[in-house]
T-cell receptor
Framework: AQTVTQSQPEMSVQEAETVTLSCTYDTSENNYYLFWYKQPPSRQMILVIRQEAYKQQNATENRFSVNFQKAAKSFSLKISDSQLGDTAMYFC???????????FGAGTRLTVKP | DSGVTQTPKHLITATGQRVTLRCSPRSGDLSVYWYQQSLDQGLQFLIQ???????AKGNILERFSAQQFPDLHSELNLSSLELGDSALYFC??????????????FGSGTRLTVV
């Protein structure tokens, strides 16, 4: 079974600074998808960014980018120019396309300080 | 509004009771997924349906059951409730087809409190 590990339960960053959240996963699959979801205090799950394993280029979405290291099975999220609204739980997720089974890490609680 | 509708938003019930959580997927989505999120924890996969049929099952208790109806809405039934069942229950849906490369769209969840 695939496992997703987020080793940082909590992190904090000053507003306008850059922060990187770590995620590693374990799989024997070659084709899969990786995601970062944000869960603000409202508890809504919001997709931040996604990466397809067969694409070498790292995904970017405005201030959010990933560092995808397939051989190392690492998928970190970098948030640039952090904003107060980025304060949330961030979940890394792995999905096998064969059955759309998505598994989540335990999450990292990020606090952006003014 | 994500397009995935979950009702009710909040539910308070006593131990031993049975409740039904309802989910309407985003228009056009055939797949529905249920997840449980206990306080300050990650999301635990419960069960997945595709076009009315069960496709995958996670760590779902025998006291829990689900189904997806012809109109594609889904219901999660929780019976003989225990205090430990208190959690946020998410429903999510994914686009048509057998793959979901763009991930899921989540509903806003149902907060279940068992007292």
């Amino acid at each position: 079974a695939q496992t997703v590990t987020q080793s940082q339960p909590e992190m904090s960053v000053q507003e306008a600074e850059t922060v990187t959240l770590s995620c590693t996963y374990d799989t024997s699959e070659n084709n899969y998808y990786l995601f970062w979801y944000k869960q603000p205090p409202s508890r809504q799950m919001i997709l931040v960014i996604r990466q397809e394993a067969y694409k070498q280029q790292n995904a970017t979405e405005n201030r959010f980018s990933v560092n995808f290291q397939k051989a190392a099975k690492s998928f970190s999220l970098k948030i640039s120019d952090s904003q107060l609204g980025d304060t949330a739980m961030y979940f890394c997720a792995f999905m096998k396309p064969a059955n759309n089974d998505m598994r989540f890490g335990a999450g990292t609680r990020l606090t952006v300080k003014p | 509004d994500s397009g995935v509708t979950q009702t009710p938003k909040h539910l308070i019930t006593a131990t031993g009771q049975r409740v039904t959580l309802r989910c309407s997927p985003r228009s056009g989505d055939l797949s529905v997924y249920w997840y449980q999120q206990s306080l300050d924890q990650g999301l635990q996969f419960l069960i997945q349906y595709y076009n009315g049929e069960e496709r995958a099952k996670g760590n779902i208790l025998e006291r829990f059951s689900a189904q997806q109806f012809p109109d594609l809405h889904s219901e999660l039934n929780l019976s003989s409730l225990e205090l430990g069942d208190s959690a946020l229950y998410f429903c999510a849906s994914s686009a048509q087809g057998t793959e979901a490369p763009y991930g899921y769209t989540f509903g806003s969840g149902t907060r279940l409190t068992v007292v």
